[in-house]
């Protein structure tokens, strides 16, 4: 029974800790479909996750801050538009001042209006989404497997990692059962077939972008007023970056990126949970190797021994209107 | 675009439009610091008063345009090739590892003359190796090096983090790191440069790694302009199709060039371990690569230019230090900050300019911008 618990608790966090995963990775789906490399999800993500502190703090409201975590998310992706869609300014480079711009701004900004070290104030209740309890979860607690596992895996979390789920079949449906979708594919793939077909391929892209904002809002939001109560300078911690892995990992598609990016968000719970105890048959495994493990696995995927990743044709390569 | 799309004078491609872009950085930064509700101008004054107002700010300076000179270099290196490494920092921080090897052996025998050279070799060594599997599997396997060398990255600082809470850690010792090194393994200063022009230094860590960092942007110069290899890696970059076509073997240029850049990264190491700290410790680089990757788009790639930028951000990151002192507002995280923008100006905008700018010197002087060619083809 121990062992199971231990087991369910591993899942638990594993749940929580793959959310910020998720949301990014499905946001990067967006624009790496559309043809636009985004290395900033993590500088997007840690934008979000202090303007939602910063807003809920100051507004006492949740919802606000959800709200601003998503509107500088959006500006902040607006900024990579212009720059790489209207100036044909190479995506990488734009990708990596973004998230220098964000990591910088939110430490000087949360030092100067809240005077905490980069901190925001912690947050109170109200200010922060909490955990949803489902119907029925403490009264069939004590029901054998089952029982833990309504009530510790599915009920108890908050409305964000519910919403975070849910994106996946959304993103889904977006991407392959809309003409939205079916043109945000195309614009990624050929450009100019989607130019000729009459479609501007700037706000089509645009449009990506603004997609891959809302998303990464609402994953810098989940970091700050869910797992955390606050933002602390740094948050995301590479968060971002693993998304980018895990993006690469489910080869692009929205339904593998929930399985990559659960993976990881395993890999993670259970270097938390396993921190110097040995495993058996392997022994000790040191933490660092587990938390390398979401990139090593990547490179080797790219390096195509775990089938092959193909990214999208047009990825990275800006648009010129033939003249 | 309207504007007739031709070449400026060479002055102005090289010093007017980087500069423009520079200023228009520094000017959004000073948003930034009104945001914070400090005065930009007075931020700025005690910024370069910071980094050269005195002498030691002078070696400060230097010391940290030394580290900068090296990634620049690391980072325009592979950009020539047409690769953008972004794993500058991951190789600089296992080149310690390289640096730690050499220093914990030979600190105690040998002395600094004899240890430097082979830290150099150990660095470069090590930088190379770390930058060899990403190319390789760029040049062979088609992985993507952004991506790539992003989790070469992760995984050298997972490394290095084990290495240095574990086997490299003093068994006495609770800090992340290795033993302080002996005189064998501490680099000689340069103060004494700056104070043969009468100014006072009391210490800075500006050491014989500057001279070394000066000399390899003269042999990067050598690479990228006067040799074989250096034209096959700028072919290979303006055109990977022509390159082909003229015979050029893309796995060996790839590797080729990647393997320099990551030596270039690797000895970047060499100017805080043995010129500063005097130990390997956890998150050593700090950064400095990724502000390589700002240097260099800077220096517009070339060697003076990145001299120059590496100077512009040791200005920055001294100045800054003394700012943080001045004004608690504006931390050390500015730099962050005009980085991101320099980045952004500088590298992802680049061009923004350019139109308006080709515009105004048309409208002086139509002969110098190729408007004559136009207007004729026109009539």
């Known amino acids: 029974m121990d062992v199971f ?71 902040f992706a607006l900024v990579h538009g212009f720059a790489s869609i209207t100036h044909r300014g190479n995506q990488i480079v734009s990708g990596v001042a973004i998230n220098f711009i964000a990591a910088g701004s939110t430490i000087i900004l949360g030092q100067a209006w809240f005077q905490q070290g980069g901190r925001t104030p912690a947050l109170g209740p109200g200010e922060r989404f909490d955990a949803i309890v489902w119907p029925g979860a403490d009264a069939v607690r004590n029901v054998p497997v089952i029982g833990p596992i309504y009530a510790e895996l599915i009920s108890g979390h908050s409305i964000l990692v519910y919403l975070a789920f849910l994106m996946v079949p959304f993103t889904w449906w977006v991407l392959f059962r809309t003409r939205f979708g079916l043109r945000l594919r195309a614009v990624g793939e050929n450009p100019a077939a989607v130019d000729t077909a009459g479609i501007s391929v700037a706000w089509l892209r645009y449009r990506a972008l603004i997609c891959t904002g809302v998303l990464t809002g609402v994953a810098g ?68 190797f587990m938390q390398a493990l979401p990139y090593i696995l990547t490179v080797i995927l790219l390096a195509g021994f775990i089938g092959k990743a193909i990214p999208p044709r047009a990825g990275g390569v800006p648009y010129v209107k033939e003249r | 675009m309207s504007t007739p799309y031709a070449k400026l004078p060479a002055w102005a491609d090289y010093g007017l439009i980087p500069l423009i872009n520079l200023l228009v950085a520094f000017i959004v930064a000073g948003f930034v610091v009104v945001l914070v ?108 090096i952004v991506i790539t060398t992003i989790m070469f990255n992760f995984i050298a600082a997972s490394i290095m983090v084990y290495l240095l809470v574990g086997p490299l850690k003093p068994a006495a010792s609770q800090a992340p790191q290795t033993r302080n090194f002996l005189a064998g393994a501490e680099l000689p200063k340069l103060n004494w440069i700056i104070e043969l022009f009468g100014a006072k230094i009391r210490s800075a860590p500006l050491n014989v790694t500057f001279l070394l960092a000066l000399v390899m942007a003269f042999l990067v110069w050598l690479l990228i302009w006067r040799t074989r290899l250096g034209y096959e890696m700028r072919t290979y970059g303006h055109s990977p199709k022509a390159a082909r076509y003229a015979g050029i073997s893309e796995t060996r240029i790839i590797i080729t060039a990647m393997m320099i850049s990551g030596a270039l990264a690797g000895m970047m190491a060499l100017n805080p371990v043995m010129g500063d700290q005097h130990n390997v410790a956890i998150d050593f680089v700090s950064g400095a690569g990724f502000v390589g990757i700002a240097v260099a788009l800077m220096g517009r790639l070339h060697p003076i230019g990145i001299v120059l930028a590496a100077i512009l951000f040791g200005m920055l990151y001294q100045g800054g230090a003394e700012l943080a002192f001045e004004m608690p507002a504006i931390s050390r995280d500015m730099i962050v900050i005009i980085q991101g923008l320099v980045i952004l100006f500088a590298g992802a905008l680049e061009h923004m300019f350019r139109p308006y700018v080709q515009a105004l010197f048309a409208s002086f002087n139509p002969r110098s911008v190729g408007m004559e060619a136009v207007k004729e083809k026109g009539a």
């Open chain 2, 37 to 144: 509700g400090e005065n930009p101008f007075r931020a700025a004054i005690i910024l370069v008063e910071g980094a050269f107002g005195k002498g030691t700010g002078i070696a400060f300076t230097l010391f940290y345009a030394t580290t900068f000179i090296f990634t620049g270099l690391s980072v325009a290196v592979a950009a020539h090739c047409g690769l953008f490494n972004i794993g500058t920092e991951g190789q600089a921080y296992i080149a310690g590892l390289g640096i730690a090897i050499v220093c914990l052996s030979f600190d105690t025998v040998l002395p600094w003359w004899l240890t430097f050279p082979l830290a150099i070799a150990a660095s470069a060594l090590v930088g190379a190796l770390w930058a060899l599997i990403p190319a390789y599997l760029q040049a062979k396997r088609g992985s993507h």
């Open chain 1, 221 to 288: 939001a989940y970091l700050s007023m869910v797992q955390n109560g606050g933002f602390v300078k740094d948050m995301t911690a590479g968060k971002g970056y693993i998304a980018l892995a895990a993006l690469i990992f489910a080869k692009w598609k929205p339904v593998n990126a929930m399985f990559a990016c659960l993976l990881f968000g395993f890999l993670d719970a259970a270097a938390i949970r396993l921190q110097g105890s040995p495993l058996p048959i392997i022994g000790k495994v040191p933490v660092q």
């Open chain 1, 5 to 75: 618990n231990a087991v369910i608790q591993v899942l638990d966090s594993t749940v929580r800790l793959s959310v910020p995963l998720l949301l990014a990775c499905l946001a990067g789906l967006y624009s790496e479909r559309a043809g636009i490399f985004d290395i900033g999800l993590e500088g997007k993500m840690l934008v979000g996750a202090f303007a939602g502190a910063a807003a809920a703090s100051v507004f006492h409201s949740a919802l606000l801050g959800l709200g601003m975590a998503i509107l500088i998310s959006v500006a």
